[in-house]
C-alpha cells in the first residue's frame, strides 16, 4: 500500500497525463490544466455579472420595508373586494331591517 502523499501524487500524475477530455473527474486533481479561452472567460465574466445583479436585487429586496409593487396592488385589490363586500352586507342588513317594519 502506498503511503498518503505518494497515493496523492500518483493520482496528480494520472490525472494530469490523461488530460482533462478524457475523464472530466480527474481534471480537479490535475496539473497544469488547460487555460480557459477568452471566449470562455469573457462568459464566465458575463454569468458572474449576471448573477452579481440578481444577488443585489434580491438583497434590496429583502432589505426593504415596503412590499413589492404587484403585491402592493394585490393588497389594495383585495383591500377594494372588501369594501365592495362590507357595503354589500350592509346594504342587504338595511334592506332586511325595512321589510320586518313593513
Known sequence: LLDRWDRIMLIEEY???LGTEEIPL???FA???PKLTENEI???DETQKKVNKLFQVQC???SSSKPPEYLSKRAADD???KKKERRKKRKQKLQKRRSHRE
Open 60 to 62: 434590496k429586496a429583502l
Open 79 to 81: 383591500e377594494a373586494r
Open 31 to 33: 496539473r497544469n490544466a
Open 26 to 28: 480527474l481534471s480537479k
Open 42 to 44: 469573457r462568459e464566465r
Open 15 to 17: 490525472a494530469s497525463a
